[in-house]
């Protein structure tokens, strides 16, 4: 099995900055894109950045600029740093890797909240 584990949430006031990790271990062959993906009350799950393993990035049209995505392939970790945080970027944060193990399957983290106060 794999286990995807998610830190860094918080509150946070707006302008202001939160840095999420998130970890795979497990049984796996390899990692290849990880992602967060975002849902706020009553709105749908959202992609919000995602990385491959040769390290392409793309972010949601409404983070760009204001945050990073990266990974670190030796510890199976991605971070989002997310700076000038604005309320409407307040949500539960979810991680969502893509492993090799017989084939390519999703894992999902438990979720982390972020909260931005205006």
């Known amino acids: 099995q794999v286990q995807v584990v998610e830190s860094g949430g918080g509150l946070v006031q707006a302008g202001g900055s939160l840095r999420l990790s998130c970890t795979a271990s497990?049984?796996?062959?390899?990692?290849?894109?990880m992602a967060w993906y975002r849902q706020a009350p009553g709105k749908l799950r959202e992609l919000v950045a995602a990385?491959?393993?040769?390290?392409?990035?793309n972010y949601a049209d409404s983070v760009k600029v204001r945050f990073t995505i990266s990974r670190d392939n030796a510890k199976n970790t991605v971070h989002l740093q997310m700076n000038s945080l604005k309320p409407e970027d307040t949500a539960v944060y979810y991680c969502?890797?893509?492993?090799?193990?017989?084939?390519?399957?999703?894992?999902w983290g438990q979720g982390t909240q972020v909260t931005v106060s205006s």
């Open positions: 969502n890797v893509n492993v090799r193990q017989f084939g390519n399957r999703n894992y």
């Open positions: 990385i491959t393993g040769s390290g392409n990035t």
């Open positions: 497990g049984s796996f062959f390899g990692i290849n894109a």
